[in-house]
C-alpha cells in the first residue's frame, strides 16, 4: 500500500495542493516540514495526530524537519483564534523552545539517512531589517488575496474582535520559511493542520514565484470528537504531553475514557497500530465492550510513546490500585489522583518512626468508629493496607508500608477507603 493511502486510511489527510503529490511521495525520498509556534513549553494532545503523521513518512523514507518558531512566535498566528494572542517575550519563547525540543525526540528518529532535524527560523528571519523585507519579500503578496484567507478573513468578519498589523503579517513570515527551507534544505513539502490551508498555500505561490520550483501542501483533518465537541480537554482543562502539566495517569485516563464512537478513528490518527489490528478491537465493541479493548490498547500506546514504558508500567499498577489492585511504587500525585475522592487524614512522620498500631491507624483516621470495631475487621479479614489484606491485629505500621512518599492508603471492604498523608 502507498504511503499516501496508508495517510488516507488512517484519516490523517483533509487537502493536498496537487495529485502530483501522491507520485512525488512514492517516487523518491523527500524532505518535509512542520512549523510549530512555542506558544507553550508543552505541546498537547491536539498535536499528536501530526507528530504520528511525521512520524509514518518517517518510517516511508522521508526525512522531517520540525521547525519551531523563534521568530513568528513572537508575532502569533491568527488561523484558529477568535482574538489577538497574548505576545511573550523572547525569554518566555526561549524557555518553550526547550520544552518542545525535548518532546519532538519522542516522535522522531534523529539517526540515520532520513532523520529528522529541528530548526529554528529565528536563525533567517532575525537577520531581515523591516525594510527589507518589505522590499524584497512583501512586494510578492496581494493584499487582497491575504484578505480572503479564512485565517484572517474569519477575524475580519467577527464583530468586534478584528485583526492587528502584527498578526496580518504572520502569513508573510511563514511563507518565506517555505521559501527559505526549499533553498537551503531541499524542502519541498509543508504539512499542517486544516486551518493552515492559506498559510501553505502562500508559501507555495511565494517559493514558486521566487525559485520556479513546484513545492506541496498536505494538510490533516483537527482532530475532534464524533459530536463536534473540540478534542484534548477534560474537566482538568488542556491535557498536555509534560508530565509536570498533566500527570502519566491523568494523560492515560483520558484516553482510556474515550467514547466508542471515537476510539477506532482515534486509533488511526494518533498511532501506528496496524489497521488490521485497528479492525479487530474496533469488533470487539459489539461483542465485548465493557473490557474497553480499544480504549486500552490507546490508552497504552500513547502513554508509553508520550512518557516511556517505565511510566506506563507505574500507570497500568496505579490503574489496577483503582480496582482493588495492591498499591505500590507509586509516586505522591498519582496516590492523590486516584483517591482524589476519598477523605484523608494526616499525621506526622514521626508517628511511623516509632510505630503506628494498626488498630489505631483504622480508628483515628475514621475508617473505623473505635479500636474495637478496628479489631473485629482485622480479625474477619476485611481490613487493608495499601489494597492488600492484614490480619494481624499488632501490626505496628512504619514508613516502610507507605504506598508513595507520602501517603498510606486504608480500606474497609471493597470501596470504603482512607487515605494518610503523612507529613514532615
Given amino acids: 500500500m502507498s504511503i499516501y493511502k496508508t495517510l488516507q486510511d488512517r484519516c490523517l489527510v483533509d487537502n493536498v495542493t496537487s495529485p502530483a503529490l501522491e507520485k512525488q511521495l512514492e517516487d523518491g525520498a523527500l524532505t518535509f516540514y512542520v512549523g510549530f509556534d512555542p506558544t507553550a513549553d508543552s505541546f498537547h494532545v491536539g498535536q499528536l495526530a501530526v507528530f504520528n503523521l511525521m512520524s509514518l513518512l518517517q518510517e516511508a523514507g522521508h526525512s522531517p524537519l520540525a521547525l519551531v518558531g523563534g521568530a513568528t512566535g513572537m508575532v502569533g498566528d491568527p488561523g484558529g483564534k477568535s482574538k489577538e494572542r497574548n505576545l511573550l517575550s523572547p525569554e518566555d519563547i526561549e524557555q518553550n523552545i526547550q520544552g518542545q525540543k525535548r518532546q519532538l525526540e ?7 539517512e532520513c532523520g529528522a532535524r529541528i530548526l529554528n527560523n529565528m536563525d533567517w528571519l532575525g537577520q531581515w531589517s523591516y525594510l527589507e523585507f518589505l522590499r524584497d ?27 492587528s498589523y502584527t498578526e496580518f503579517s504572520y502569513m508573510l513570515l511563514q511563507s518565506y520559511d517555505f521559501y527559505y527551507l526549499c533553498q537551503h534544505e531541499g524542502c519541498t513539502l509543508q504539512l499542517g493542520g486544516s486551518d493552515q490551508w492559506g498559510n501553505i498555500v502562500s508559501g507555495i505561490d511565494l517559493t514558486r514565484r521566487l525559485m520556479q520550483k513546484e513545492v506541496f501542501g498536505l494538510t490533516m483533518p483537527l482532530v475532534t470528537k464524533s459530536d463536534g465537541a473540540k478534542f484534548g480537554k477534560s474537566e482538568a482543562g488542556t491535557v498536555w504531553l509534560s508530565a509536570e502539566r498533566t500527570t502519566p495517569f491523568a494523560f492515560y485516563q483520558f484516553f482510556l475514557r474515550t467514547e466508542d464512537a471515537d476510539v477506532g478513528r482515534f486509533l488511526r490518527m494518533l498511532t501506528n497500530v496496524p489497521l488490521d489490528d485497528i ?44 480496582y482493588g489492585g495492591a498499591i505500590t511504587d507509586l509516586d505522591d500525585d498519582t496516590v492523590a489522583q486516584i483517591f482524589a475522592d476519598v477523605p484523608t487524614h494526616r499525621i506526622e512522620a514521626s508517628r511511623l518512626d516509632v510505630g503506628w498500631g494498626l488498630l489505631d491507624a483504622f480508628a483515628e483516621s475514621g475508617a473505623c468508629k473505635s479500636k474495637s470495631e478496628a479489631r473485629r475487621l482485622v480479625t474477619s479479614g476485611g481490613a487493608y493496607v495499601n489494597n492488600q489484606k492484614v490480619d494481624d491485629i499488632d501490626l505496628q505500621l512504619t514508613k516502610a508500608h507507605l504506598a508513595s512518599t507520602s501517603y498510606l492508603v486504608l480500606r474497609t471492604g471493597k470501596r470504603n477507603y482512607r487515605l494518610v498523608m503523612v507529613e514532615n
Avoid: Y
Avoid at 519522542?106 to 540515520?112: Q, S, T
Fill in 279 to 322: 479492525e479487530m478491537l474496533e469488533m470487539t465493541l459489539e461483542s465485548e465492550a465493557h473490557r474497553r479493548k480499544p480504549q486500552k490498547r490507546l490508552a497504552a500506546f500513547l502513554t508509553e510513546r508520550v512518557h516511556g514504558r517505565e511510566q506506563l508500567q507505574r500507570v497500568l499498577c496505579a490503574s489496577e490500585a483503582m
Fill in 106 to 112: 519522542r516522535f522522531l528518529n534523529f539517526d540515520g
Fill in 137 to 163: 519579500v512583501g512586494k510578492h503578496f496581494s493584499v487582497n488575496q491575504m484578505m480572503v484567507r479564512d485565517s484572517v478573513n474569519s477575524r475580519l468578519t467577527r464583530e468586534g474582535e478584528g485583526i
